[in-house]
């Protein structure tokens, strides 16, 4: 009969420490981020002679997945660089902050050229990568980073500690934001180095006036 009591008392303390578990890395999800609100009224009409064109019409599988962020997603065209994809996710650790490569591997691409780049003018290290060999007709030319809390972060076994540190610790309602910006490159044949230094000055000059460490804030 002891031994009873004792397996039925493991039992409830299992139970309860699977529940404190299951409640500590399945969190409800926070509440909508409005921390990019400043932001996004910083986004300018023209950066570099690129004017902006158009905004992105996110599809309802990405709304859904990302239910708690903040997404903006201008879309510039310039002179030199063609058609240049802007996005911006602002949120906490938990709903904003992932491994961007795992994305596009993900979605059937393959990285090259993976490296860190100081943006021209500034301080301020972003990385790029090529995706190359995906479904599209060309290839595409990634740059971004992530603020986190005031702290520009780009490696990726940094954003994995970070995304490490933000399920065991719980870093709930830290702000965070991914910028990140794309155009297209040519497939099978070199790059112009034109459109490659327009799209880095367009990526530093946005990048200067969004201001964006100043500027992200959390929820409170």
Not at 167 to 181: E, N, Q, S, W
Request: proline fraction near 7%; charge should be neutral.
């Amino acid at each position: 009969m002891q031994d009873l009591r004792r397996a039925s008392a493991l039992l409830v303390i299992t139970a309860l420490v699977a529940a404190g578990v299951n409640a500590t890395w399945n969190p409800p999800p926070p509440p909508k981020f409005q921390g990019l609100s400043a932001i996004k009224q910083r986004i300018p009409s023209e950066v570099n002679g690129a004017t902006r064109s158009d905004d992105t019409d996110f599809a309802p599988e990405v709304k859904a997945a990302l239910s708690a962020a903040d997404l903006i997603g201008p879309v510039f065209s310039s002179p030199d660089a063609g058609r240049i994809d802007v996005l911006l996710i602002g949120g906490t650790d938990r709903s904003a902050l992932h491994d961007p490569r795992a994305c596009m591997i993900g979605a059937g691409w393959r990285l090259e050229n993976d490296h860190t780049e100081t943006l021209p003018g500034t301080n301020v290290q972003a990385r790029l990568c090529k995706m190359v060999g995906g479904t599209a007709d060309t290839d595409f030319e990634v740059l971004y980073l992530y603020v986190v809390d005031k702290t520009i972060i780009q490696q990726v076994t940094q954003i994995r500690m970070q995304m490490l540190a933000s399920a065991l610790i719980g870093k709930k309602g830290t702000p965070v934001c991914f910028f990140r910006l794309q155009r297209a490159v040519p497939r099978n044949r070199p790059d112009d180095p034109k459109a490659a230094a327009a799209f880095r000055d367009f990526a530093a000059t946005l990048w200067n006036r969004l201001e964006i460490p100043a500027h992200l804030v959390d929820n409170g």
